[in-house]
C-alpha cells in the first residue's frame, strides 16, 4: 500500500478505463512458489485493467529473493522494465532519512527526545511554543501537530532545504504537540535539515554516505543527472483511459528531498527492507538495537488507509488480527507510486514501484488491502463489518470538512468535503458530486467505498476533541477540520483532484 498523499480522495477504480499495453513478461518459472505465479498474475492483470504501463517488483519470501520487472519503461520506446529500472519511490524516502537519522543517533551526535532547537537554534513554527518543545522523535513520529502538506519549491540551490524550514512560521498547529497522528511532510522536511547541519553536508550528500552507499545500493540516487546509463521509467499521465507520458511530472523540488526525493529500483528496495528485516551478510549500519526501535515504540495512532498502531521512527506500524506487527510505508509522486512493506515475525517483504498516475489502484489492492499479507505471511487486517446507523447517530458527523495544504508557489489553498447521511451511511463529496461511500464499522471507524458501494480497500476514522465532540476526518492520514455547516466546500477546491503529493 502506498502510504503517502496521493489523491486525498480518489473515486472509483472505474474511472480508470482498460487500456492496451505492451506484452508483459512470461509466468513464472515452473519452479517458483505456486504463490509468485499468482502475484505475477495479478499484477499483469491490474496493470492491464488500470493502464499501468510498467512496474517493478521486489519480493522476500521463503528465504528467497526475487526480482523482475512487467511492462515498459514508457509507451513511447517499449523499453521494458527490469529488476535494476528506477522509479521515484516517493515518502519511502523519508524512511531513509529516519535510517540516516538513527545514525547520527547512535554516533551521539543527535538524541531523538531532545528539542529540534537543540540542533536548530534558529527554528520558529507558527506556535512559538511548539518550536520550544517539539523533540526529533515527534517529527519522525508525525506527532508534531502543525499542517503536513507543506510543499514550496524554494529552487535548486544547497540553501533549498534551510529556506524551506525557515518558512515554517507559516504552517499553522492544527493539534496540540505528541497528541494526535496526522501524516506529516513538512516535519520530515525539519528532520532532514538537522541531518544537513549535524554532518555539514547536503541533505543528499549525508543520505547517501550515511545509508545509500553503505548498503550498496548501486541504483538509488537522488537527482535525476545522476541516471545516465540507467534504466529509468518515464512517469504517465491517464488521458482518456489510456497511460501518456508527462515528462512534467519528472520535477521534484529539492526542497523536498529529505521528504520524497529517492530514485530508487526493484532490487535496491529489496535489499534496503532485507536490511530492516535484521537479515545478516549486508552491511552493518545501526546495532540491533537500534534498527529494531525505529519499529517500535509508536507514537499516536489512527488510519492511513489502513489502521495503523502508529508510527515509530518514521515506519508505520500496522495491526493484523493474528498478531504480528506489519512495518510498512509507500510513496507517491505524479505518475510514479509505490508501495512497500515487511513482517518480520514472518520474514516477508515485498514493494512494488509503478510509473502511471493510476498506480494507486494496484497497490491498494496489494498493500492495502490484506491479499498479499494472507498469500505470503498467513496475515489480515483487522476485521471490519460494515453497519448501517440510524440517522441520529450519522447527525453529528455531518457537516463540511477542510484540509489545508500549501503548494509548490507557496499559496495556501484548502481542500474541500461535505459530509451527508445517506441509508445509514455517509456521503463524502463536492461540488454536489458524491466522491465516497463511508460506511461505519466501529465507532468513529469507516470503510472508504466508490459511490457505487463497490470497496476502495481504505479505511478512515473521525478524530474528537477534548469536548468529545467530532473534530477531524482523518482521510489519507490528513486531518479535514470538522465545520458545523454543509455545502461548504462548494466554494473551495474539491478533494478528489489529483496533485502532486507526497
Same mark, same amino acid.
Given at each position: 500500500?502506498?502510504?503517502?498523499?496521493?489523491?486525498?480522495?480518489?473515486?472509483?477504480?472505474?474511472?480508470?478505463? /482498460?487500456?492496451?499495453?505492451?506484452?508483459?513478461?512470461?509466468?513464472?518459472?515452473?519452479?517458483?512458489?505456486?504463490?509468485?505465479?499468482?502475484?505475477?498474475?495479478?499484477?499483469?492483470?491490474?496493470?492491464?485493467? @488500470?493502464?499501468?504501463?510498467?512496474?517493478?517488483?521486489?519480493?522476500?519470501?521463503?528465504?528467497?529473493?526475487?526480482?523482475?520487472?512487467?511492462?515498459?519503461?514508457?509507451?513511447? +520506446?517499449?523499453?521494458?522494465?527490469?529488476?535494476?529500472?528506477?522509479?521515484?519511490?516517493?515518502? %519511502?524516502?523519508?524512511?531513509?532519512?529516519?535510517?540516516?537519522?538513527?545514525?547520527?543517533?547512535?554516533?551521539?551526535?543527535?538524541?531523538?527526545?531532545?528539542? /529540534?532547537?537543540?540542533?536548530?537554534?534558529?527554528?520558529?513554527?507558527?506556535?512559538?511554543?511548539?518550536?520550544?518543545? /517539539?523533540?526529533?522523535?515527534?517529527?519522525?513520529?508525525?506527532?508534531?501537530?502543525?499542517?503536513?502538506?507543506?510543499?514550496?519549491?524554494?529552487?535548486?540551490?544547497?540553501?533549498?532545504?534551510? &529556506?524551506?524550514?525557515?518558512?515554517?512560521?507559516?504552517?499553522?498547529?492544527?493539534?496540540?504537540?505528541?497528541?494526535?497522528?496526522?501524516?506529516?511532510?513538512?516535519?520530515?522536511?525539519?528532520?532532514?535539515?538537522?541531518?544537513?547541519?549535524?554532518?555539514?553536508?547536503?541533505?543528499?550528500?549525508?543520505?547517501?554516505?550515511?545509508?545509500?552507499?553503505?548498503?550498496?545500493?548501486?541504483?538509488?540516487?537522488?537527482?535525476?543527472?545522476?541516471?545516465?546509463?540507467?534504466?529509468?521509467?518515464?512517469?504517465?499521465?491517464?488521458?482518456?483511459?489510456?497511460?501518456?507520458?508527462?515528462?512534467?511530472?519528472?520535477?521534484?523540488?529539492?526542497?523536498?528531498?529529505?521528504?520524497?526525493?529517492?530514485?530508487?529500483?526493484?532490487?535496491?528496495?529489496?535489499?534496503?527492507?532485507?536490511?530492516?528485516?535484521?537479515?545478516?551478510? #549486508?552491511?552493518?549500519?545501526?546495532?540491533?538495537?537500534?534498527?529494531?526501535?525505529?519499529?517500535?515504540?509508536?507514537?499516536?495512532?489512527?488510519?492511513?488507509?489502513?489502521?495503523?498502531?502508529?508510527?515509530?521512527?518514521?515506519?508505520?506500524?500496522?495491526?493484523?488480527?493474528?498478531?504480528? +506487527?506489519?512495518?510498512?510505508?509507500?510513496?507517491?509522486?505524479?505518475?510514479?507510486?509505490?508501495?512497500?512493506?515487511?513482517?518480520?515475525?514472518?520474514?516477508?517483504?515485498?514493494?512494488?514501484? +509503478?510509473?502511471?498516475?493510476?498506480?494507486?489502484?494496484?497497490?491498494?489492492?496489494?498493500?492495502?488491502?490484506?491479499?498479499?499479507?494472507?498469500?505470503?505471511?498467513?496475515?489480515?487486517?483487522?476485521?471490519?463489518?460494515?453497519?448501517?446507523?440510524?440517522?441520529?447517530?450519522?447527525?453529528? @458527523?455531518?457537516?463540511?470538512?477542510?484540509?489545508?495544504?500549501?503548494?509548490?508557489?507557496? &499559496?495556501?489553498?484548502? #481542500?474541500?468535503?461535505?459530509?451527508?447521511?445517506?441509508?445509514?451511511?455517509?456521503?463524502?463529496?463536492?461540488?454536489?458530486?458524491?466522491?465516497?461511500?463511508?460506511?461505519?464499522?466501529?465507532?468513529?471507524?469507516? #470503510?472508504?467505498?466508490?459511490?457505487?458501494?463497490?470497496?476502495?480497500? %481504505?479505511?478512515?476514522?473521525?478524530?474528537?476533541?477534548?469536548?468529545?465532540?467530532?473534530?477531524? #476526518?482523518?482521510?489519507?492520514?490528513?486531518?479535514?477540520?470538522?465545520?458545523?455547516?454543509?455545502?461548504?466546500?462548494?466554494?473551495?477546491?474539491?478533494?478528489?483532484?489529483? %496533485?502532486?503529493?507526497?
Amino acid at each position: 500500500m502506498s502510504l503517502t498523499r496521493r489523491t486525498v480522495l480518489k473515486s472509483a477504480a472505474a474511472a480508470v478505463p /482498460v487500456a492496451a499495453l505492451s506484452s508483459l513478461p512470461a509466468a513464472a518459472s515452473t519452479r517458483e512458489p505456486a504463490a509468485i505465479g499468482r502475484l505475477a498474475g495479478k499484477i499483469e492483470a491490474g496493470m492491464a485493467k @488500470y493502464a499501468i504501463p510498467g512496474a517493478g517488483l521486489g519480493l522476500w519470501y521463503r528465504g528467497r529473493e526475487y526480482v523482475r520487472g512487467f511492462g515498459v519503461t514508457s509507451v513511447d +520506446t517499449n523499453e521494458p522494465v527490469s529488476g535494476d529500472t528506477v522509479f521515484r519511490i516517493g515518502s %519511502t524516502t523519508k524512511t531513509f532519512t529516519a535510517t540516516a537519522m538513527m545514525r547520527l543517533v547512535e554516533r551521539g551526535r543527535v538524541s531523538l527526545d531532545r528539542p /529540534v532547537r537543540a540542533y536548530l537554534p534558529d527554528f520558529r513554527t507558527a506556535d512559538p511554543s511548539v518550536a520550544a518543545r /517539539v523533540t526529533v522523535r515527534q517529527l519522525l513520529n508525525h506527532s508534531a501537530g502543525w499542517q503536513g502538506d507543506y510543499l514550496q519549491d524554494y529552487g535548486e540551490g544547497d540553501d533549498a532545504l534551510a &529556506k524551506y524550514v525557515a518558512g515554517m512560521t507559516k504552517v499553522p498547529q492544527l493539534t496540540p504537540l505528541g497528541k494526535v497522528f496526522a501524516y506529516n511532510n513538512a516535519s520530515l522536511g525539519v528532520a532532514g535539515r538537522i541531518i544537513e547541519v549535524v554532518t555539514g553536508k547536503p541533505y543528499e550528500i549525508a543520505a547517501r554516505e550515511l545509508v545509500v552507499d553503505p548498503l550498496g545500493l548501486d541504483h538509488s540516487r537522488f537527482f535525476r543527472s545522476e541516471l545516465g546509463g540507467f534504466s529509468v521509467a518515464a512517469s504517465h499521465n491517464i488521458v482518456d483511459g489510456k497511460a501518456v507520458v508527462e515528462p512534467s511530472f519528472d520535477a521534484l523540488p529539492r526542497s523536498l528531498q529529505s521528504i520524497g526525493g529517492l530514485i530508487s529500483s526493484a532490487r535496491d528496495q529489496l535489499r534496503y527492507a532485507r536490511y530492516h528485516l535484521g537479515h545478516r551478510g #549486508l552491511p552493518h549500519l545501526l546495532s540491533e538495537r537500534g534498527r529494531l526501535a525505529m519499529q517500535s515504540h509508536p507514537g499516536p495512532g489512527g488510519t492511513l488507509f489502513v489502521e495503523l498502531n502508529g508510527v515509530g521512527v518514521s515506519w508505520m506500524l500496522r495491526p493484523t488480527a493474528q498478531g504480528p +506487527t506489519v512495518v510498512q510505508h509507500g510513496g507517491d509522486w505524479s505518475g510514479q507510486h509505490s508501495g512497500f512493506l515487511f513482517v518480520p515475525q514472518r520474514d516477508f517483504a515485498i514493494t512494488l514501484l +509503478t510509473n502511471s498516475e493510476s498506480g494507486p489502484l494496484l497497490l491498494a489492492e496489494l498493500f492495502a488491502d490484506d491479499w498479499a499479507l494472507q498469500e505470503f505471511a498467513g496475515l489480515n487486517n483487522l476485521p471490519a463489518v460494515p453497519r448501517q446507523l440510524p440517522p441520529r447517530r450519522l447527525a453529528e @458527523y455531518e457537516g463540511t470538512y477542510v484540509s489545508q495544504q500549501i503548494g509548490l508557489d507557496g &499559496k495556501p489553498e484548502n #481542500l474541500g468535503l461535505d459530509m451527508t447521511a445517506d441509508n445509514g451511511e455517509l456521503v463524502a463529496g463536492a461540488g454536489g458530486q458524491p466522491l465516497l461511500r463511508l460506511a461505519f464499522y466501529r465507532k468513529d471507524y469507516v #470503510l472508504a467505498q466508490n459511490p457505487d458501494g463497490t470497496p476502495t480497500h %481504505t479505511r478512515a476514522n473521525f478524530v474528537r476533541g477534548a469536548n468529545g465532540q467530532v473534530e477531524w #476526518l482523518r482521510y489519507g492520514g490528513r486531518l479535514f477540520r470538522h465545520q458545523a455547516t454543509t455545502a461548504g466546500s462548494r466554494s473551495l477546491r474539491p478533494a478528489n483532484l489529483t %496533485t502532486r503529493l507526497l
